[in-house]
């Protein structure tokens, strides 16, 4: 398996403010063509901090009820959710947030980096917090981090949101060559970086909206969570050796949703396809329109099919 998608799937918010602070100059209000709301009103939930294993995991909770896990992608933290997504799924839920060792706020600990560790991290975290089992919503490598969780700690997750998931191994469908030249271009310095990576967490033409530029620096312009070159590194690494899920994904027994955007360049929506085929009577939903980061695009629409799938029986 090549690194291509193990880059960097998730751009960091370093690299968004970057350019966002250059390109938004006499943006609009921020709510653009197809993100919703503003975020003026979300309020983020002081940071805690809870002992696992031979790390401290930083977390955050929002709204109260059955719990749901929201497993964030790969160089990013707890903040780098929609607010608008989260306020939603907090108004049903008590949705929690965690930062992965060496991620924000979460301690490195002496263990290495790797997708099954980070499953037994968030075992292990919800066993600190007394949860016995919850929903698990994961984004890109959250979504692998979420299959090794039900796969090797089924008696935890209740239902599981895959969103713009893979399964890894022989089985990933690839980016383009092109998607794979960008992403792997670090030439430049991070505001040239940006302009070639933030068209592909979305698509051209919602990215040439400014005010849909605007809406993504509202909504993830308050997250100060620190993001180690190091921990970032040892990421990428678990995720070019992990060996994936295919041959054990039937063995998932938690009722299962795949959310993806049918112009997702990064994961193609392709490998959503291979999994549902794998996971008895797992539900896909495609959003028209959409790309890696549909839930910035969409946010009423993303929630709207995640709390339904929660909500169903």
């Not at 608008?84 to 706020?105: F, P, Q, W």
């Not at 990933?172 to 060559?177: D, G, I, L």
């Not at 997250?223 to 970032?232: D, Q």
């Not at 994904?249 to 938690?254: D, F, G, H, N, Y």
Request: charge should be positive; proline fraction near 6%.
């Amino acid at each position: 398996m090549t690194t291509l998608k193990r880059v960097a799937p998730v751009v960091s918010c370093m690299l968004l403010l970057a350019f966002v602070s250059v390109a938004c100059t006499g943006c609009g209000s921020g709510n653009g063509n197809n993100a919703t709301s503003s975020t003026s009103q979300f309020t983020k939930p002081p940071v805690r901090k809870v002992k696992v294993g031979d790390i401290s995991i930083a977390y955050r909770v929002y709204g109260s009820g059955y719990p749901l896990l929201m497993l964030a992608g790969s160089s990013s933290t707890q903040d780098d959710w929609d607010p608008n997504v989260v306020s939603a799924l907090a108004s049903k839920h008590r949705v929690i947030t965690l930062d992965y060792r060496g991620m924000g706020l979460s301690t490195s600990g002496t263990k290495a980096f790797t997708i099954p560790r980070f499953a037994a991290d968030t075992a292990g975290f919800m066993d600190s917090l007394g949860i016995k089992k919850a929903n698990v919503l994961g984004w890109s490598m959250g979504t692998n981090v979420g299959q090794e969780l039900a796969l090797g700690y089924p008696g935890k997750v209740d239902r599981l949101v895959l969103y713009t998931a893979d399964c890894g191994g022989a089985q990933y469908v690839q980016p383009s060559q092109e998607v794979t030249r960008k992403l792997s271009d670090t030439s430049g310095d991070l505001v040239g970086q940006a302009q070639r990576l933030l068209p592909l967490l979305f698509t051209p033409t919602w990215w040439s909206d400014l005010n849909n530029v605007a809406y993504v620096m509202k909504a993830l312009g308050s997250s100060t969570e620190p993001m180690p070159a190091e921990s970032v590194t040892k990421q990428d690494r678990a995720m070019i050796e992990w060996k994936g899920t295919y041959d054990r994904l039937p063995s998932i027994k938690s009722p299962t949703l795949l959310v993806t955007g049918d112009e997702d360049v990064i994961t193609p929506p392709q490998n959503s396809r291979i999994i549902i085929g794998r996971i008895p009577d797992a539900r896909l939903v495609v959003l028209h329109g959409g790309g890696h980061g549909v839930q910035y695009q969409y946010p009423a629409a993303f929630a709207e099919v995640v709390l339904d799938f929660l909500s169903s029986r």
